[in-house]
């Protein structure tokens, strides 16, 4: 799959260092992964229902909707949430990078397409579940999901700064309730076509996080891949 394809990917790399988080938003594409691969790859349970939910950086992917027709109270923020076609211009700007970087690659871009589809179709008969917001800045109040989540967005798109980074994951950790789990993934993975110093900078910052975490909350890295883990946190009972 590909991940991390940028319009900002041929920065020197003291720029990559400089960009502010509206930067970053307005330079990467938003991804439309299929629930499939992000239900894998985060570990999510096999029975959702009535689990509160919330996918934190939710781009064009129909994970959420998924979630609903299965019963859970799940919710879905992105900054390009403000609008359809905000969602459906930038996916279509990352379907354009992929065909450019490899035209044979129909078959990705076909069930990308469906998925795409079929969030918008989501977002337009569930518009409360698809909020427009921040990762830095959660519009939920304190303790109020069971399982709070991201997948390519955190560790993916804001590691390369360690205040954005920081602060994610400390709003995940904000929002989930004591006992609940906050999952990220992918931890660990090395971008391609990244410059090795960005790359080493995003790996440390992640590792900085994770070893600053307070020593109540319980970090448990899961394996992907041979390189990769997905993050468990899990929020003390108080």
């Known amino acids: 799959m590909p991940k991390d394809i940028q319009c900002v990917s041929n920065l020197p790399v003291e720029a990559f260092f400089a960009l502010t988080q509206e930067q970053i938003i307005d330079g990467i594409p938003t991804s439309a992964n299929p629930w499939q691969e992000l239900w894998k790859d985060l570990g999510l349970p096999d029975d959702p229902t009535g ?63 469906a998925t ?27 303790d109020s999901f069971d399982l709070v989540f991201s997948s390519d ?46 790359s080493a900078r995003k790996i440390s910052n992640q590792s900085r996080v994770v070893n600053e975490l307070d020593k109540n909350i319980n970090a448990l890295a899961e394996p992907l891949d041979d390189s990769s883990f997905r993050l468990i946190l899990k929020k003390p009972i108080k």
């Open 153 to 198: 967005c955190i560790t993916v798109q804001l590691d390369l700064n360690y205040d954005l980074l920081s602060q994610s994951v400390s709003e995940c950790l904000r929002v989930v309730k004591p006992g609940g789990e906050v999952r990220i993934a992918p931890i660990g993975f090395i971008s391609p076509g990244l410059p090795s110093e960005v």
């Open 51 to 113: 689990l509160r939910m919330l996918d934190v950086g939710g781009g064009a992917s129909d994970l959420t909707a998924e979630l609903l027709e299965r019963g859970a109270d799940a919710f879905a923020i992105d900054p390009r949430y403000k609008s359809k076609w905000l969602v459906d211009r930038s996916a279509k700007n990352f379907f354009n990078a992929v065909r450019q970087r490899d035209p044979v690659k129909r078959s990705y871009l076909d069930e990308n397409f």
């Open 116 to 142: 795409l589809k079929r969030m918008l179709c989501s977002m337009e008969s569930h518009p409360d579940r698809y909020l427009a917001g921040l990762s830095t800045d959660i519009p939920f109040e304190s």
